[in-house]
């Protein structure tokens, strides 16, 4: 017999998140502590913000990205959207 977690798989929650963008889930249910995480996470630093703004860039890429939180409290739709097409770009996800 194999030893113990032999053949299981286990996700952390930030593989969950990277497996959420990377298969375009809903992009109208995340939260903005979640989307903030995998954009740190794939190397962007917060640089600025002003109020609920927060704007966030990696050396060596281009774009920068904009997260700012929706009046239900989750990420707009469109920057989830945006932080997928930078990453995928970047070759930061599949």
Do not use: C
Request: charged share 25%; hydrophobic share 35%; proline share 2%.
């Amino acid at each position: 017999m194999g030893g113990a977690g032999e053949g299981i798989s286990v996700l952390t929650a930030l593989d969950k998140l990277y497996e959420k963008l990377s298969n375009d889930q809903s992009d109208a249910n995340w939260s903005v502590a979640d989307l903030i995480k995998v954009v740190e996470a794939l190397g962007f630093s917060h640089k600025s913000g002003k109020g609920s703004h927060r704007v966030f860039a990696k050396p060596g890429v281009p774009d920068l990205i904009n997260i700012q939180e929706g009046s239900d409290g989750k990420a707009k739709k469109y920057q989830v959207k945006q932080v997928r097409q930078i990453a995928r770009r970047q070759g930061l996800l599949s």
